[in-house]
């Protein structure tokens, strides 16, 4: 069974469940889909019969999405192959195997995971990277929010030390969450780092986050100054951190993967958070992140409220892309 067939069965059934994160995807996904799903019926309209014209405007169709140019040529070959090989010429039924394909690409036969990696013998350090203005303090806010929920004591370092305000934003979202916090203003990041996992092992902590500067216009500072405090996380807490997510505001679109690009070279990125996709009609960034930096989704914003920030869900994506079509 396809995936596209196997989503219409959830959809069949999505008024007998209370399924909020299905329903936070379907919402969350409407504007992508509102703009993509009626490019892609009236295409089926304006072509009842698949030609080299109807590929040629599906490329474009899929570009405007944000699904990024390489991914979109890799996609059409694929696309192309499988209707000669399946001699399909009804644009009705091609769009069933489209929902398919783009499913296959993320996928692509790798075991990715959007897991995060729980540290069993004492508290898992999950560091967060990326630019200024890409929402991190309130992701930050969000995760402690989740783990608070699933009752894990959680605790937030600031490790963004020198940004006017940073401490003290973090600050205010640790005592709303009710999260243990530490941080100092204008003090040397790794060593309020060092303090900060002190204190987490001493209270039992089971959620460590690390907030850090978003400084990517000196990249080998930031890079030595990630190293440095990899290095002191690692020293306190064998193989931490256990995670290291970058957040990207999905509203940026491309930029948004030129981040995605450089923060990798700079260090081991392990997942990414994408903010803000309920605010983008270009949701497609999902594949194209996928596709350029092969680094996984492992959360995606998708409202303001604590609650709007979901796991990642490839089928639930695509659900919230096509839900129109099923």
Do not use: C
């Not at 599906?58 to 140019?69: K, M, P, R, S």
């Not at 907030?211 to 020293?235: C, F, S, Y």
């Amino acid at each position: 069974m396809g995936i596209f067939n196997k989503l219409k069965k959830v959809f069949n059934k999505i008024n007998e469940t209370d399924n909020e994160d299905i329903k936070a995807y379907e919402k969350g996904m409407k504007k992508t889909r509102d703009e993509f799903v009626s490019k892609l019926n009236i295409l089926g309209i304006k072509y009842n019969k698949v030609n080299d014209e109807y590929f040629d405007e599906l490329e474009d169709l899929l570009i405007t999405a944000d699904i990024g140019v390489n991914t979109v040529i890799n996609f059409i070959d694929r696309l192309k192959e499988r209707v000669k090989k399946e001699n399909i010429s009804d644009t009705n039924y091609l769009n069933e195997v489209i929902v398919d394909e783009l499913f296959i690409i993320y996928v692509n036969g790798e075991s990715l995971s959007d897991k995060i990696n729980i540290n069993e013998s004492g508290p898992t350090v999950i560091l967060f990277v990326g630019v200024n203005g890409v929402g991190k303090t309130t992701t930050i806010a969000k995760i402690a929010y989740k783990y608070q929920k699933e009752n894990k004591k959680v605790m937030m370092i600031a490790g963004d030390t020198f940004r006017a305000g940073a401490v003290e934003q973090l600050k205010i979202w640790a005592e709303r969450t009710n999260s243990i916090f530490y941080g100092k203003e204008n003090s040397d990041p790794a060593g309020v780092i060092f303090d900060g996992l002190v204190k987490a092992k001493n209270e039992n902590v089971d959620i460590v986050l690390i907030d850090t500067a978003g400084r990517l216009q000196n990249k080998v500072n930031l890079m030595k100054e990630l190293e440095k405090i990899n290095k002191v996380i690692e020293k306190q807490i064998e193989g931490a951190p256990h995670e290291t997510l970058l957040i990207i505001d999905a509203t940026t679109g491309q930029n948004g993967i030129m981040q995605a690009e450089a923060f990798k070279n700079i260090t081991n990125i392990t997942g990414i958070v994408l903010t803000k996709l309920d605010g983008t009609a270009k949701g497609g960034i999902v594949l194209a992140i996928k596709e350029k930096v092969n680094i996984p989704v492992k959360f995606v914003g998708l409202g303001e409220q604590m609650t709007d920030l979901k796991t990642f869900d490839i089928e639930n994506y695509i659900y919230g892309l096509f839900k129109d079509m099923m």
